[in-house]
């Protein structure tokens, strides 16, 4: 497994919150790819980020051999009851193929609002399953996740947004 002591958590976060004026539909999976290449990058050389290259997986434990899954979302732990918040696990966009062959060993949480981290095994996201439609969706109880940082300061980084539109018009322009 991961040492999740090793993780700058100050530097993912800032990251997060560096990007949240990017939240629009046709920005968000470049935000959350942003999101994704900071935590490899953060891990201390534990993560290898392969989300743009495999499906169902985010990342590849270098030293562990395990596969990880990455879903981070504003108030992910909720307050008022011991489970998360409903999360999209895949969409088969308008196919369902039923529940999915497990891709990952652990699912890596990120409360994007609170500032807080938490891991759990496939089963674990297996136990609150549901299907509608093309989507399928989970909930974890939190007893059966490990919390590993809460209340994290971000590091303060210039918001991404605007830099993001800039570079898309300059590129545009050239």
Known sequence: MIDFTKFDFNRIFGVVKGTDGMKRNQTRTVRSEIQEESIALFSDDQLKYVGDTE???DFYGLKDGLYYESKAMDGMFLKTKPITKEVTLKNFQGRNL??????????LLWD???????????DACMKNIKIKDAVISFR???DDITFVADNITPHEKEPLAPLHKEFIREWILS
């Open 112 to 122: 994007t609002k609170n500032y807080k981290v938490g891991y759990c095994n496939w």
């Open 98 to 107: 039923g529940l999915p062959e497990q891709t990952f060993d652990y699912m």
């Open 140 to 142: 974890v109880d939190f």
């Open 55 to 57: 499906d169902g997986r």
